[in-house]
């Protein structure tokens, strides 16, 4: 299989943090990335996941999160000192960890995530409104909003993201048709399940989605497909893919951008995760009729870490993608640079084709 040549934009990275207004006075953005994408009318539209948190120091960790109030949810913060909590993980940035090993493990986010809107007429310079475009407001979001994904289906935008709370990372559904108003169809995969794409259109009588059913105890997080009638009930879930083994991709696999239509097949392009947690995109090209069926993958990487945007931040090492669209001979990506900005790749479709030997 070839390497594949890919076109970093110039301007990456597109937004930062610094181009974010907090949600509050109080918080600090600490990252803008992953990001769905559509086009709505002549404009380019990113619904990105912005990441805030309340100001953790070195000797304490504080986490935003919702909790019940008089019948309503509220963002409320709790401080956790360090030094009073030697049993605690402390050492990934996103999270702290009581292991097993002290009984029942136990996690807190140290950001609380979001869902905001970025507007663009070129598809580089973007506008990224003062506002929340949608707030979490359940308990199944109680810990967050991430990690959005927007599929056109006629007139209608259906925007599925993972909401996390302590019972694990679920995925919601929200649709819109003008991007003002919306409607909750609440929780369509209980957890764990996350990393959804839902396909653009019918394929034969019904809908299909991709995703990832997890729970670590026997084997690495794979990604499996199922169906639906209606986009709110899904069933007839089976094993769709495994992580190849190779070094980029030997340690877990999810999907990434909604999959796109070609004349040879559904495009997915998907992301891995090495052993140390280095994180890539693929791509793959899956049946038109049956899209369970993989033609084609990569066989190495079509995007990699290797800036220091990229490398370096949040989460370093990564690129993770959300979404693309798919122009006359050119798929453009936008992705996540290290948990805390958003970049912009872009591929002709002859090369994917090569890179996947179709």
Not at 98 to 111: D, E, F, K, N, P
Not at 255 to 263: I, L, Q, R, Y
Request: a negative charge; charged letters at 25%.
């Amino acid at each position: 299989m070839e390497n594949i040549t890919m076109n970093r934009c110039k301007e990456n990275p597109l937004i930062t943090a610094g181009d974010v207004r907090p949600s509050r006075k109080d918080f600090i953005v600490e990252g803008i990335f992953n990001c769905g994408v559509c086009r709505y009318k002549g404009e380019i539209l990113l619904l990105c996941r912005v990441s805030e948190s309340a100001g953790s120091t070195d000797s304490t960790v504080k986490i935003p999160a919702l909790t019940l109030k008089d019948g309503k949810y509220q963002i409320d913060v709790t401080n956790i000192k360090k030094s009073e909590h030697p049993e605690w993980d402390f050492s990934d940035s996103r999270s702290i960890v009581l292991h097993a090993s002290h009984g029942r493990r136990i996690v807190y986010l140290t950001s609380f995530s979001h869902l905001r809107l970025a507007r663009s007429k070129d598809g580089i310079h973007f506008k990224v409104d003062d506002s929340p475009f949608l707030l979490p407001d359940t308990y199944e979001e109680s810990w967050g909003m991430e990690d959005p994904r927007i599929t056109q289906i006629d007139d209608t935008y259906y925007i599925n993201y993972t909401a996390v709370s302590p019972s694990g990372p679920a995925t919601g559904l929200i649709s819109t048709t003008d991007f003002i108003s919306f409607r909750r169809h609440g929780i369509i995969f209980s957890p764990e399940n996350k990393d959804v794409a839902i396909f653009p259109q019918k394929i034969g009588e019904s809908y299909y989605a991709l995703n990832r059913p997890a729970s670590g105890e026997f084997s690495a997080p794979d990604m499996w497909i199922c169906d639906s009638p209606d986009l709110i009930h899904w069933g007839r879930q089976r094993h769709f893919c495994s992580a190849s083994g190779r070094n980029w991709e030997n340690g877990r696999i999810g999907c990434g951008a909604v999959p796109f239509k070609t004349e040879k097949g559904w495009v997915e392009i998907y992301h891995a995760a090495d052993s140390e947690n280095h994180y890539s995109l693929g791509a793959m090209l899956l049946d038109a009729e049956h899209p369970d069926r993989i033609i084609a993958r990569t066989e190495n990487p079509i995007l990699t870490a290797d800036t220091p945007y990229e490398k370096d931040g949040f989460f370093s090492n990564t690129v993770f993608t959300c979404g693309c669209y798919q122009g006359e001979d050119t798929v453009v990506v936008y992705y996540g640079a290290a948990d805390d900005k958003i970049c912009r790749a872009d591929f002709t479709l002859n090369e994917l084709y090569q890179a996947m030997e179709v």
